[in-house]
C-alpha cells in the first residue's frame, strides 16, 4: 500500500467547462475526506464518507460540486460550470476510523482559465 | 465554531538552531485534538506531531516538541536542531473530540525556511 492516491494531480481547464477528480484511499480506510487549499490559505474542509455514506458536507460544497463514493472504495469530486474562483489544490485525505490519524494524497491541483 | 489562528506567516532558522512556531485556537469544547502537519513543496502534507486536550504532558516526537496551554488556547510546536529538509509550510490544525465531528480546522499555515 503507498498512502492515499489522488489524479490526476494537475487540471487546467477552460471556464464552465465540467471536471472530476478521483481519489483512491488507503485500502482499509473506512472514512474519506476531501478538502480544498488556495493559495495562502490552510486547507479548508469539503465532504467526508464513512464507507459509501456522505455524512457532512460544508457550506463551501455549492450546487456545483457533488462527491461520491461508490461501494465505500475510491471516490469522485465533480465540480459542474467550473469558475475561476475554483481554481485550488483539491486534497483528499482517508483514516481507519473516527479519532485516527488522517492522510492525505499529494492533491489534485485545478486552474481555471 | 472553532478558529485556528497561525500569526507566523514566515519564519526563518539556521540549520542545527532552534525554532518555535505559533498557534492559538478558539473553542468552547473541552475535548478536542491538536496537530501539526508539515506540506513540503509539491508534496503531501504528513503529521507531524499531535496532542489530547486531556493530556497535561506535552508531546514530543523526536526534535519535535510542543507546548500546550490549554487555559491559554495555545499549542506551539518547537523543532531542535533544525535541518535543511524541516523547510515547508507548517499548519495547526484543530479536532473535536465529539467522534460525530472528525474534521480538521486549519490554521493558514506558516512558511518555515531553513538555511545553511
Known amino acids: 500500500d503507498t498512502g492515499v492516491s489522488q489524479n490526476p494531480r494537475h487540471k487546467i481547464t477552460k471556464r464552465g467547462q465540467n471536471v472530476t477528480f478521483r481519489c483512491d484511499p488507503i485500502?482499509?480506510?473506512?472514512?474519506l475526506y476531501w478538502y480544498r487549499q488556495t493559495l495562502g490559505q490552510g486547507p479548508e474542509f469539503l465532504t467526508y464518507?464513512?464507507?459509501?455514506?456522505?455524512?457532512?458536507k460544508s457550506r463551501l460544497l455549492s450546487d456545483r460540486f457533488s462527491a461520491e463514493r461508490p461501494k465505500g472504495s475510491f471516490s469522485t469530486l465533480e465540480i459542474q460550470r467550473t469558475e475561476q474562483g475554483d481554481s485550488a489544490m483539491y486534497l483528499c485525505?482517508?483514516?481507519?476510523?473516527?479519532?485516527?490519524?488522517?492522510?492525505f494524497g499529494q492533491g489534485t491541483r485545478l486552474t481555471v482559465v | 465554531a472553532q478558529t485556528v489562528t497561525q500569526s507566523q506567516p514566515e519564519m526563518s532558522v539556521q540549520e542545527a538552531e532552534t525554532v518555535t512556531l505559533s498557534c492559538t485556537y478558539d473553542t468552547s469544547e473541552s475535548d478536542y485534538y491538536l496537530f501539526w502537519y508539515k506540506q513540503p513543496p509539491s508534496r503531501q502534507m504528513i503529521l507531524v506531531i499531535r496532542q489530547e486536550a486531556y493530556k497535561q504532558q506535552n508531546a514530543t516526537e523526536n526534535r519535535f516538541s510542543v507546548n500546550f496551554q490549554k487555559a491559554a488556547k495555545s499549542f506551539s510546536l518547537k523543532i531542535s536542531d533544525s535541518q535543511l529538509g524541516d523547510a515547508a509550510m507548517y499548519f495547526c490544525a484543530y479536532r473535536s473530540g465529539n467522534s460525530g465531528y472528525s474534521t480538521l480546522t486549519f490554521g493558514k499555515g506558516t512558511m518555515l525556511l531553513v538555511s545553511p
Open positions: 485525505a482517508s483514516s481507519r476510523t473516527v479519532g485516527t490519524e488522517a492522510f
Open positions: 464518507f464513512q464507507n459509501e455514506a456522505q455524512l457532512e
Open positions: 485500502s482499509e480506510h473506512n472514512r
